[in-house]
């Protein structure tokens, strides 16, 4: 079984930055897919970011340019930068880890205020 914990969400102004992080543990594959959804009030869960452990990344057209995301294997983490925040990046973040099957951590709130 594989658990996920996220941290670094919160409350920022327009055009700041914030940086999530997420750790796996547990039956961890080496070779796998992690990265980050979002879901914002009424609206359905959607990609951000996904980083395999080759490296490959598949970023969201709506992010690209101001997220990075990132990963260190050696450390089962996952990592997204994100910068020049925009009101309509508020929502909850949830971290995901795949193997065959999608585990999701607990989510984490950004909140960006115009």
């Known amino acids: 079984q594989v658990q996920l914990v996220e941290s670094g969400g919160g409350l920022v102004q327009a055009g700041g930055s914030l940086r999530l992080s997420c750790v796996a543990s547990g039956s961890i594959f080496s070779i796998n897919v992690m990265g980050w959804y979002r879901q914002a009030p009424g609206k359905q869960r959607e990609l951000v970011a996904t980083?395999?452990?080759?490296?490959?990344?598949n970023i969201a057209d709506s992010v690209k340019g101001r997220f990075t995301i990132s990963r260190d294997n050696a450390k089962n983490a996952v990592y997204l930068q994100m910068n020049s925040l925009l009101p309509e990046d508020t929502a909850v973040y949830y971290c995901?880890?795949?193997?065959?099957?999608?585990?999701w951590g607990q989510g984490t709130q950004v909140t960006v205020s115009s």
């Open positions: 980083m395999a452990s080759g490296g490959s990344a």
């Open positions: 995901s880890y795949r193997h065959y099957r999608v585990v």
